[in-house]
């Protein structure tokens, strides 16, 4: 059985910030990274708003940078999956999928969460090329232009209006005729002229330019679901809204929620319910999600860990 100090689970800016502070405290991380090394940064192109890079830098290097930096002090960065955890005593168990068992005195869970799309297979293809799941990292690129927001809670009422600031004209796509933001964001999105709310209307498909690898997303076909009516609108921007899910179902009846599956930690820090778990990053933030924000509870975590740790002799 290997043991650790500080077990980081996840690998995108909350995890590799988390172990660079962790290693130079000489706790020596084991860090596994999950189904999506690098987390979802490696999604995105260009990265314009992490402090730090003048020239913008893009997702996959910034994410090859934290792991070279986590590493360079010593990280145990693994690629692979945690599958078990065992959080009933102190040191925790875990099984990995390489076949090891571990026992963690400390556990950061900077899992992530997954954006949800509509899982059409055009969405798919025009990735990178239109389609975006994140109006704060990709808006800028769609400056002057029209785009379209699909969803209707309050993601997509932040999404639409942040854009509207930008863009020439926001379509906001939502299936049913009422919205589920809060009354404040639903009164922001119907003051901004530039945004019009496309009641009861579906995506049926994203259409555009492809030549070989370079996509160019330039309308979405709608249907209206009350009169079946077909539409395109002609967007060269795509942002789903549609909720993120949190990658916590390992912890599921182990750690306290809240009723969307969100990793509940303490005011002002990344405690857990359970004393020596940790959660940093968009497995604990439904309202942030950025890098920048996640690297701050990972620094948080990791600060805890080490302090939780002292406090054990
Ligand atoms: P929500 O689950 O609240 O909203 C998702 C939206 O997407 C809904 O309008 C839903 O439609 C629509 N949707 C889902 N699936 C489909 C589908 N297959 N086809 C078409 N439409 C679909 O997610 P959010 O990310 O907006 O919010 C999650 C939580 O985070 C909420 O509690 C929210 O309040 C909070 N939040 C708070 C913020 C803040 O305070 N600043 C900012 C962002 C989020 P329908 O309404 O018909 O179900």
Redesign the pocket.
């Known amino acids: 059985m290997e043991k650790t100090k500080c077990l980081i689970i996840g690998s995108g800016p909350a995890g590799f910030t988390a172990a660079i502070y962790a290693a130079r405290a000489d706790l020596s991380p084991i860090m596994y990274e999950g189904l999506q090394p690098g987390g979802q940064l490696t999604t995105t192109t260009e990265v314009d708003n992490f402090p730090g890079y003048p020239d913008g830098i893009d997702g996959p290097t910034m994410m090859e940078d934290l792991k070279k930096q986590a590493s360079r002090f010593g990280t145990d960065v693994r690629w692979g999956m945690i599958t078990e955890v065992d959080t009933t005593n102190r040191p925790f168990r875990v099984k990995a999928d390489d076949g090891k068992e571990i026992e963690a005195e400390t556990i950061i869970i900077a899992t992530g969460a997954t954006a949800?799309y509509?899982g059409l297979e055009s969405e798919e293809r025009f990735k990178g090329g239109g389609v975006s799941a994140c109006a704060t990292c990709d808006g800028f690129f769609y400056k002057g232009k029209d785009v379209a927001v699909?969803?209707?809670?309050?993601?997509?009422a932040?999404e639409a209006t942040y854009l509207a600031n930008m863009c020439n004209k926001v379509y906001l796509v939502?299936?049913?005729d009422e919205l589920?933001a809060?009354k404040a964001m639903q009164k922001r999105v119907f003051n901004t002229p530039n945004i019009e709310v496309l009641w009861n209307h579906?995506v049926k498909e994203i259409v555009g330019v492809e030549e070989g690898f370079n996509k160019a997303l330039n309308g979405v076909i709608l249907v209206n679901n009350k009169t079946n009516e077909e539409n395109k609108i002609d967007v060269e921007g795509y942002f789903v809204?549609?909720?993120?899910t949190p990658n916590t179902e390992l912890f599921n009846d182990k750690l306290n929620m809240d009723e969307?599956g969100y990793l509940i930690t303490g005011p002002d820090s990344t405690a857990t319910s359970i004393p020596g778990v940790f959660a940093a990053g968009d497995v604990q933030d439904?309202?942030f999600r950025q890098a920048i924000t996640a690297a701050g509870t990972g620094c948080m975590a990791a600060l805890e860990s080490e302090r939780f740790l002292g406090e054990q002799i």
Not at 150 to 156: L, N
Not at 241 to 244: N, T, Y
Request: zero cysteines.
């Open positions: 949800k509509l699909i969803g209707g809670g309050d993601t997509a932040e939502h299936r049913r589920r809060s579906e809204a549609l909720g993120h969307t439904k309202i």
